[in-house]
């Protein structure tokens, strides 16, 4: 093994040629802009999930921030969510005038501990913003019984859990809000995008003004604006894309789940005990694997940029981290977090690693990236 091999990035979208003609057919309609793919994007994913209205957009992260507004959260509120997450899903809380509030998360799962959830309600608490880390989801039966004992709603930030499960349901087909994004490196893409889950038809209406200006339409040319709405509407070249990926979503987590094994196979029993590295969760029935990351251990042989810089030099292999602790940036720190608030997070944002995991790897990618990690962890 040596640099010489083909580099091996973290990650990697896979686009078919059919996709690619049907982007090229859209572009010759000279319809680009939200149209009949839209439309029909989003009729595939609410039968995915059961019925229930989907709404589409340009981002993941506008679909919280809207959902926020729909359910009513702002000026005077407290949202809770977890610190290890991209950024965008606290962002939005304050975007909204409402105020953050964390939780640390659990060890072992890497997603907010939902005992540390509870302890942190208070009477100004209206919502709660789990993400399902890794497209681990949290105890969805837990996590909804403490919404209903608090009367609280819940914005699941599904980002990263496209055609993950919770005891044999699919993340999206049940629960209150929830959120996915169609990011480059996600699961299915839409370059950029997201979709939103909605409760009603009512709900699925004003998601449709605030994601286009406030704007309702009626008649040939009358419209009214009633909400502050803003422009974050999908396009037809988006959901062209889209359409062709969803096509292949059973294949695709599938093939994750697969390489997921053939990391944990081929890592071994006794890593864990020689590296004092830990992997994920096992999680076959219910993570879509978006990610694999391993914890490096915490006086290890290299730190994570040693151990970053010497996968790319000299096994010429692409690692990332995710995430950063949110509460630790500039702007958090200026509201009043610090270190120390929430170690547990702080401790395994100091230390994650995400290795390859793309539909387009093979088993001897996985092989490889192991064989990597060992020889740099284990002296």
């Known amino acids: 093994m040596s640099a010489d091999l083909p580099f091996l990035p973290f990650s990697k979208p ?3 040629e059919a996709t690619i003609t049907a982007v090229g057919e859209v572009l010759r309609s000279g319809w680009i802009t939200s149209g009949p793919k839209v439309a029909a994007f989003e009729a595939r994913l609410s ?8 709404r589409t957009f340009n981002s993941g992260t506008c679909t919280m921030e809207i959902a926020l507004r729909i359910a009513g959260i702002g000026p005077g509120d407290e949202v809770i969510t977890t610190p290890v997450s991209w950024v965008a899903t606290a962002n939005v809380i304050i975007e909204v005038g409402a105020t953050p509030v964390f939780a640390d ?20 608490t209206k919502a709660i913003i789990p993400v399902y880390l890794s497209g681990l989801p949290v105890d969805m039966d837990r996590l909804y019984a403490i919404a209903k004992k608090h009367n609280l709603r819940v914005v699941e930030d599904a980002a990263q859990a496209f055609g993950s499960e919770w005891q044999g349901k699919r993340i999206g087909s049940f629960g209150d809000f929830i959120s996915f994004s169609f990011q480059a490196n996600k699961n299915i893409t839409t370059g950029e995008g997201g979709a939103l889950v909605l409760n009603n038809e009512e709900e699925a209406k004003l998601a449709e003004k605030y994601r286009l200006q406030g704007v309702t339409r009626s008649g040939v040319d009358g419209i009214d604006v009633d909400v502050l709405g803003g422009k974050y509407n999908m396009s037809d070249i988006m959901a062209a894309i889209g359409l062709g990926q969803f096509a292949n979503i059973e294949q695709i987590t599938a093939h994750r789940r697969a390489l997921a ?15 004092g590295a830990q992997l994920p969760l096992p999680a076959f029935d219910s993570s879509n694997y978006h990610l694999f990351q391993i914890i490096l251990p915490d006086h290890g042989p290299a730190t994570r940029a040693d151990f970053m810089h010497a996968m790319k030099e000299r096994f010429n292999i692409g690692t990332g981290y995710h995430y950063a602790p949110i509460h630790l940036f500039t702007m958090y720190r200026e509201r009043g977090f610090r270190e120390g608030m929430f170690p547990v997070a702080e401790k395994i944002g100091r230390l994650t690693v995400t290795l390859p995991m793309f539909y387009a790897m093979t088993t001897a990618d996985v092989d490889r990236a192991v064989a990597a990690v060992k020889a740099i962890l284990i002296k």
């Open 261 to 275: 094994r053939r990391y944990y196979e081929a890592f071994g029993p006794d890593f864990e005990a020689q590296s």
């Open 105 to 124: 998360i659990d060890p072992r799962t890497r997603n907010i501990d939902l005992d540390k959830l509870e302890a942190a309600i208070t009477p100004r």
């Open 47 to 54: 039968e995915y999930f059961g019925g229930r209205p989907v």
């Open 14 to 16: 896979t686009i078919d």
